[in-house]
């Protein structure tokens, strides 16, 4: 009784208010769910709390919430509502302001329907990613179907991007809370359902199947043992993709098409190209204004003899207009190239790259077991050309006696030089030191 209360209090809560929500949060909620009623898997939950603070120039910035997730779930059924409140605030003693606020919000609100023949549909506010490297990553009240066919699987998104909800809100995300460069364009969003809109179409063909996670709310490691192989070029995956974004808050409706591709060279090595074209119509000329937005990846991954696993990768993407004046136009990408300046679709052209390290101890209880190292770097090549630098080092501590719990520490520092206040001398640096703690039970 008080289950189905909370859930109908839940949805009624959500369509009278706009509530805010997150970006991509660093969470592991999903993989501590537990039985609600004992021996009774259909019902589960789990709650995790996160606390953080930040110094950047002359600011500070501290980021708090609290997430409850609940899930319904038999063999086609699922019901899946994860929520909480977040407290936040962000002082500025050069000018002594210390505005602080307190938001509820959803991360997932969603139904989902799967079988054998008819695939899996979602719907509801969940996160959709497309297949490729660029296209969408967003959060949005809407529907996705993937449909597994003989060869290959058809996947189609499609939703409404509201600024409460996005994934570029304030609910978890940093991006007002380190928002330092003043008039830094934003992708637009709109603020009521229909006025920034799109549907994205793609068909997938793997030639050979890996086996995944099996949990949909845990993310895939980067870092998965595989056996160092010679070389043996060999393509994984070809996809071709159709995107459109529309709305009454959209002046110059865009839609782009193209083809991507995964390439597996062998020892670990791995390419992933991207060419779409793009059209979209001059809201004064009316004229068709053309482009192709340009995206290569490489990753490589080494495996050492002590268990130790390291991977580097180096991420360009690109814009070429076939007229002067004409940019990249989608609007929710959301790449977020590094962790204060986050350059994302308007600030094409630039390149990422970073290298991430997990370390093993000699014993499974030993201190450096599993905590990692991230160095990772993103420079704008041309317009204003800003740059940032990147360092962290973490570890998760599970705890499994009696009442199963998970730790993170994690600590972060950041380099950036960009054009900040001032007209003299607009550019200058800025460091940023955060400190981030997150217990999920």
Known sequence: MIKKSFIVFSLFFFTILQLSAQWR??????????????DNNNFTWAAEFLFSGAVIDHYVATNDFAILALNFQNQKHKLYIEGGVKFYNIYDFQNNLNPYHLRPGFKELFYQFSSKNFG???????????????????????????LPLKVGTISLNGGSVQKDFSINGTFCTTGYLYDVIPDKPRSLVGNGFGQTNFVLISYDFKPEFKKKSTSEFEEVSEFQSEETVKWSPKVENIGVVAYSEFGSWIPKPVSLAGVY????FGGSHYLFPEVLYQVY???ITLKAQQGIVYSVKFVKRINWKNKQQTQFNIHYIGFSGFSDGVVAMNS?????GGTILRLDVPELPFIKTGFRHILKGSKEDSFINDMEIKAYGTM??????????????GKTFHYKKKKEFGLLVNLQYAYLYAPFDGISDPYRSAQLFRIETRLTF
């Not at 969940?126 to 490729?132: E, K, L, T």
């Not at 929710?332 to 977020?336: A, E, L, R, T």
């Open 380 to 393: 704008q090549l041309t317009q204003q050309k800003m740059w940032e630098l990147d360092a962290e080092i």
């Open 281 to 283: 119509q001059d809201s």
């Open 261 to 264: 591709s995964s390439i597996d």
């Open 25 to 38: 949060c660093k969470s592991e909620i999903g993989s501590y769910m537990k039985p609600i009623i004992k």
């Open 120 to 146: 899996k549909i979602k719907i509801g506010m969940h996160s959709m990613r497309s297949n490729d490297d660029y296209l969408l990553n967003e959060r949005a009240i809407g529907i996705t179907y993937k």
């Open 332 to 336: 929710f990408s959301n790449i977020f």
